[in-house]
T-cell receptor, first 115, second 111 residues
Framework: DAGVIQSPRHEVTEMGQEVTLRCKPISGHDYLFWYRQTMMRGLELLIYFNNNVPIDDSGMPEDRFSAKMPNASFSTLKIQPSEPRDSAVYFC?????????????FGQGTRLTVV | QKEVEQDPGPLSVPEGAIVSLNCTYSNSAFQYFMWYRQYSRKGPELLMYTYSSGNKEDGRFTAQVDKSSKYISLFIRDSQPSDSATYLCAMSRSNDYKLSFGAGTTVTVRA
């Protein structure tokens, strides 16, 4: 397996624009997580899914953020409208808890810059 | 107060030195303790995993958990320049799949 795949790797957008980040988890993994990493706040959990169903979105900062997982192999994180304070690295991670795996595998991240 | 506190660093050591990294936490329900390593512009990757209290050794790496003090440590012996990275502690409760991360400590091992 190629691991967790995120796209794009880098995104520069203007304030007010819609941004969509994409994630393909490892095949067979039943949990998917979206994290945001900044220097000030470190790695923060935004939302996670179990079997494509959102379980906990309490980390989503505002209504401007939304996430979907239409099927087991694809998830999106959307920011609309984007603001400069959304600039961060966004990571997607997946985990196979059914098999008792404790490790969450992270993607390479999407570095978002909102100007 | 954050749920997980980690020494901010940065830490710079000469090659061959012992690196000591620490985290404290406030939630006594945490049972699973992990250390992730993150190279620059990469995603975190699991380095060590420990369940409940005790020590675990893997090559040059030793993880320690002291639940009575709510304190975990990672030691890197005979550090190498390739160990230069950011190290993040992470922990979760039993049957809870959310990981709470520390802020991370950036380590540089000088050749």
């Amino acid at each position: 397996d190629a691991g967790v795949i995120q796209s794009p790797r880098h995104e520069v957008t203007e304030m007010g624009q819609e941004v969509t980040l994409r994630c393909k988890p490892i095949s067979g993994h039943d949990y998917l997580f979206w994290y945001r990493q900044t220097m000030m706040r470190g790695l923060e959990l935004l939302i996670y899914f179990n079997n494509n169903v959102p379980i906990d979105d309490s980390g989503m900062p505002e209504d401007r953020f939304s996430a979907k997982m239409p099927n087991a192999s694809f998830s999106t994180l959307k920011i609309q409208p984007s603001e400069p304070r959304d600039s961060a690295v966004y990571f997607c991670a997946s985990r196979d808890f059914v098999r008792g795996e404790t490790e969450a595998f992270f993607g390479q991240g999407t570095r978002l810059t909102v100007v | 107060q954050k749920e997980v506190e980690q020494d901010p660093g940065p830490l710079s050591v000469p090659e061959g030195a012992i690196v000591s990294l620490n985290c404290t936490y406030s939630n006594s329900a945490f049972q699973y303790f992990m250390w992730y390593r993150q190279y620059s512009r990469k995603g975190p990757e699991l380095l060590m995993y420990t369940y409940s209290s005790g020590n675990k050794e893997d090559g040059r790496f030793t993880a320690q958990v002291d639940k009575s003090s709510k304190y975990i440590s990672l030691f890197i012996r005979d550090s190498q320049p390739s160990d230069s990275a950011t190290y993040l502690c992470a922990m979760s409760r039993s049957n809870d799949y959310k990981l709470s991360f520390g802020a991370g400590t950036t380590v540089t091992v000088r050749a």
